[in-house]
């Protein structure tokens, strides 16, 4: 059974920090794209950041580049999504989703909550 698994998110002030992490889990974790998605209260989901298989090769909506950085760690199974110089509007349940052989998210976490607020 896939299971993604995140971590880390809270509360936390404009200018701070966090880093969220997906543990996966039930499938082969280093053959697959894997992407963070996030979504703000009453609004759509909104794609954030890929990487893929290897951890070579990144990609960013334009609203977190030089801010947020996706990584992931192969060996333990792990999505990491270090976040900072967060924002108000940064405000959302982040989830991470594995992308599947076709291009479609086929496994989505149960969600993180990250609120930046004063």
């Known amino acids: 059974e896939v299971q993604l698994v995140e971590s880390g998110g809270g509360l936390v002030q404009p200018g701070g920090s966090l880093r969220l992490s997906c543990a996966a889990s039930?499938?082969?974790?280093?053959?697959?794209?894997m992407s963070w998605v996030r979504q703000a209260p009453g609004k759509g989901l909104e794609w954030v950041s890929a990487i893929n298989s290897g951890g070579g090769s990144t990609n960013y909506a334009d609203f977190v580049k030089g801010r947020f950085t996706i990584s992931r760690d192969n060996a333990k199974n792990t999505l990491y999504l270090q976040m900072n110089s967060l924002k108000p509007e940064d405000t959302a349940v982040y989830y991470c989703?594995?992308?599947?052989?076709?291009?479609?998210?086929?496994?989505w976490g149960q969600g993180t909550q990250v609120t930046v607020s004063s």
């Open positions: 989703a594995k992308r599947g052989s076709l291009g479609e998210y086929d496994y």
């Open positions: 039930g499938f082969t974790f280093s053959s697959y794209y």
